[in-house]
Structure formats: structure tokens, C-alpha cells
């Protein structure tokens, strides 16, 4: 049997503050899981909560993986260690030998980018996309069967950020990862996820899902543009991030426009004209999103 | 070659900074000595007698034993202090209760005056070593244990939170979370309690002991000769300023590298 994480109508509330309602889902290995939704609607309070560093307050989670690994949405690198050290920890943290765990450290560090010179730096000298790809060389070193990650690629250039995608998917192929992720950048989610679960906030909750069928290797750039277009179409997510809901009358246009802004590379949208803000870039909220 | 340019180019600045000190020093003994031919040589001898009258003093061989024996005190006590304030204050540190409960119990013996310690501690111990060196851990213990305190509440939440996300074993938590944080509130209280403990050293020999620096300086003064006061002053001094300057700073540095390793060859 596949091991499987479980969440069954969790909620969750700071003090009175309800952040979290009702959430349900599943996650078998394997497979990624992609959560989108507004800043502030409650996705870093829903994975850690799936990483045991809150208490559940109602509802269930239950997880049979073994080997989860988290990469949080600040780096959190120990200042007082190099790069290298860093990427170690969680392997010095199994009782690892030292001359094994730097060498799986610069193995990993080389595989997202971080050269030697950058492993001997201590983090407060490393550039804030250098130091989240530390993170995520760390959580993934342990090899991980659960890796819970929040905007992991969101410091990251687009060219980074596709080679990091392809690691992510070799691994996941390697081990049969399950990859729960937060991010902002719907492309990435379609990019990446099996499943896209979008949230809406005050309480958080689930409003929409997406299940790709197609796996995530496969997928051809044009197809991915379509569906993040599709998805920006969809009224629950239109409502979810506070988007002018498409109207039917002005349908085509309004969402040719719209899909052009959402998933045209970054050259487009700049030289877009000035009738369409860039809505789809991760700018929740933002309202007149004039069609 | 990039460190060696940074070398070359900090050298004027180091130099500077030293030449600051130095005449500032000079400055010192300038006003020592102005003030020493106002006053006389029975008030305030100038600085050359007192030098020659501690070159003298070591020469004869009086000065070394006095200086360890009371180096050994102090030491005691400040091994002591050290050993019960940074556990102790790490262990109320974890605890937020046991940093809440403790607070006022320390500020009750930060603002204890040591020499009433020192009366206590003659009551207890009498002339024996116990009294110096009691003083000296109590006087100390406080300063010590509120940087252990501070260093242990002061580490950010979300480094723990990682910490525990990656199953960091009790023991890696301390010597790979806590400690090197913690050490860079220590430290300072390390040195603060080092000079505390040489001052209080003296004082506490001064009122209950035959021998040591603070001894000799009692007797000094029964023989009315301010000279030898002084030099005795100037050896105590010197010794916490040498051991400051050559010891305690290098192992500073050394523990903060991770904190400016950017700052270049000098450190
Ligand atoms: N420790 C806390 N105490 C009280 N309230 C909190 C705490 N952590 C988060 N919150 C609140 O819970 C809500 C959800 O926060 P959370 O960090 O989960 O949002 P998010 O969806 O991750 O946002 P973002 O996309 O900006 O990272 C926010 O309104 C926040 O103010
Ligand atoms: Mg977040």
C-alpha cells in the first residue's frame, strides 16, 4: 500500500482568529499537490501544520510517511554555519558520518546551482535566491518521502526556476516523492502538480480543484499555457484572488486578453498595452482587472 | 591576493586606531603626572616611582606569589559562576516560566552590593579561601546567568521550529542551535564577570585575607606608602587588561567569525 497523508475536516484558529476551515485532502506518494490562493488566506498555517509544528485543533491529519523534509517560506539556514554545513544538517541529524554527509551535501548543492565557493560562505553572505535553493538542498539531501515546500522558486529567475523544476521532477521519479507545494505563480502549479487545490481566504478553505491528468513530464508548454488560462477563467478563482469575475458578453476577447497576460513569458506582458494590468502575475487582490 | 590588498589597504586604519589608544595612554600619564607635582609625592607619586616601585616588587619576587594567589580566588569563583550561570541560566531560558520566576530573584542579586556579600561571606567562612572566593561566584553568578538567559530566550523561533522539522537530536540542538547563538551573549558576560571578579577579588582579600593582592594593598596602606599602592594597583590592571587584549579577544573573534567573515585580513 502506498503511504498517503490525510487531512480530514481540519480547522485551525490563532487566539479567536479563524485561519483555516473544513479542509480535506489527500496526498499519496508520488504525486504533487499544488496550493494556490491569496496572500494570507492560511496555506504556511496549513503546511505546518502537516508538518507536526502545530497542533491540530479540530479535524484529523494523519501521515504514514516517514521521511518528511519541509522548506519554509524564509530560508531558516543556521547563520553560524557554512553553506555546506547548512545543506547537512538534516543528514548530521541521522548520525551520518561527516565525510559522507559534506559529500551528499555538495552533491546537493551542486544540483541546485551552488557552487563551491557559495558552499564554503557563511548564509548572511549568500544572495536571498542562493540561500532558498540552500533550503531546498537541505530538505531534499535527506531523501525525503513527503517534501513539503512553501513558494520554494518564488526568489528564483526563470531560468533557475525551470532548471529546479526538472530536479524536483527527477527526484520525485527517482524516490516517489510526494510533494505537498505552496506557491503564487499558477504556471508553476500547472507546471508541476498533479492536483491544484485553490484556496479562498477568511477562513481559509478550499473553493476549487483541479486534477491534471496528464503527468507532469509530458506536458507540453502550449498545453500549460492553456490550462493556467482555464484556470484564471474559472469563477471560484477569479473570486479567490479578488479578479474581476469573466463576462460572458466580451467572453473571448476578455479572456484572450487575459490568458495573453497569464502566461505569455515576462517579454509580453511588459510590452503589453496598458488596457490589461498583468493580473496573473502573482498580484492578489488586485482589483480592475479591466477586460 | 584580493585578502592581501584588503590587508594592506586596513593597515593605516589599525595603526590609526592604536596610535589613538596610545596617546590617549599618554595623555593619561601626562595628567598623572601634572597632577603629581600639584599634589607631592606623599599624595600622588608620579608614574615613573610607581613603575620602578612594581619593577622592584617583581623583581624581588613578592609580586608573582600575591598575584597568584589572588588569581586563583578570583579564578575560582569565576569558574564557579561560569559553570552554575550559563547551565542555569540556558536551563530557565528554555523554560518560559522558569525565565519569568527567576528575573526578579536575579535582580535581587545584581542589586546586592558585593561588599555586603563580603560581610556575610566573613560570617560564614571566616579567614579561610571560601571568603574571597564566594564573593567573587556571587558578585559574578548574576551577570552571567542573565546572558545565558537572554542568549537562550533571544534565538528565533523559526531556527527552532526548523530544528525540530529536521529532528535535530537533544544534544545537536545544543551544540549546533542553542550554543552558538547562546555564546555570543555569553561571551560579553564571560568578560563583564572576568572583570568583575578580579575587582571584587581584591576587595574581599583586602577586608578578610593575609595574603593575596588585596592583603598587600592593606598593608601598603597601614604603611601609609601610596607608591606601592599604586604599583600594586597598576599591576591588578595590568593583568585583567593583558588577559583581556591577548586572550579573551582572539577567542572572541574566532567564535564570531561566521558573524562578519566579509570584514577582511585583519581580524
Ligand atoms: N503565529 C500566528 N499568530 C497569529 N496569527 C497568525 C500567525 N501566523 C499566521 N497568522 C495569521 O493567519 C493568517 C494566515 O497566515 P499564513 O501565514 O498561513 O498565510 P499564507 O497563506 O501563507 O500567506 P502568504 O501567501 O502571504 O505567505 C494570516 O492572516 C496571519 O495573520
Ligand atoms: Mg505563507
Known sequence: MSRELRIDGLAHAYALRSVLDDISLRLTAGRTLALVGPSGCGKTTLLHLCAGLLTVQKGSLASDFLRPAVMFQQPRLLPWKTTRDNIALGLKATGMRPAEREARAETMGRAVGLDKLALDLFPHALSGGMQSRAALARALALSPDLLLMDEPFSALDIGLKGQLHRLLLDHQTEHGLAVLMITHDLMEAVRLADTILVMAADPGRLVHRVELTTPARQRGESDIYRTTAELLQEPAVCASFGLDLPRTGIATGCHHRRSGCAVLPLRACSSADGAGTCAATPAPRKKGFSC | ?267
Open chain 2, 1 to 267: 591576493m584580493t585578502l592581501l590588498r584588503a590587508w594592506l589597504a586596513g593597515i593605516p586604519a589599525y595603526l590609526w586606531s592604536g596610535w589613538g589608544a596610545i596617546a590617549s595612554l599618554f595623555l593619561f600619564f601626562a595628567a598623572w603626572e601634572a597632577a603629581a607635582t600639584v599634589y607631592g609625592v606623599l599624595i600622588l607619586p608620579p608614574p615613573g616611582t610607581v613603575f620602578s616601585t612594581l619593577a622592584g616588587l617583581i623583581d624581588s619576587g613578592t609580586a608573582w606569589p600575591e598575584l597568584a594567589v589572588t588569581a586563583r580566588r578570583a579564578l575560582t569563583g569565576l569558574a564557579l559562576a561560569i559553570a552554575a550561570g550559563s547551565v542555569l541560566g540556558m536551563l530557565a531560558g528554555v523554560s518560559m516560566t522558569a525565565s519569568m520566576m527567576s528575573r526578579p530573584l536575579v535582580t535581587v542579586l545584581l542589586g546586592t552590593p558585593p561588599i555586603a556579600w563580603l560581610v556575610l561571606a566573613m560570617l560564614w567562612f571566616g579567614a579561610s579561601d571560601g571568603t574571597p572566593v564566594f564573593t567573587v561566584f556571587i558578585a559574578c553568578f548574576p551577570v552571567i546567568f542573565v546572558g545565558a538567559l537572554q542568549g537562550t530566550r533571544t534565538l528565533d523561533g523559526h531556527l527552532r521550529e526548523m530544528a525540530s522539522v529536521f529532528r535535530l537530536p537533544a544534544r545537536m540542538k545544543l551544540t549546533d542551535l542553542y550554543l552558538p547563538h547562546v555564546v555570543s551573549y555569553l561571551f560579553p558576560a564571560w568578560i563583564t564577570a572576568l572583570g568583575t571578579s578580579w575587582k571584587v577579588v581584591v576587595m574581599a582579600e583586602l577586608l578578610s585575607s593575609a595574603d593575596g593582592v588585596g592583603a598587600a594593598l592593606a598593608v601598603s596602606r597601614s604603611h601609609l606608602d601610596t607608591a606601592s599602592t599604586l604599583a600594586w594597583i597598576c599591576a591588578v590592571v595590568g593583568t585583567l587588561l593583558a588577559v583581556e587584549y591577548l586572550l579573551l579577544e582572539p577567542i572572541k573573534r574566532e567564535l564570531e567569525s561566521w558573524r562578519q567573515q566579509d570584514a577582511g585580513g585583519l581580524t
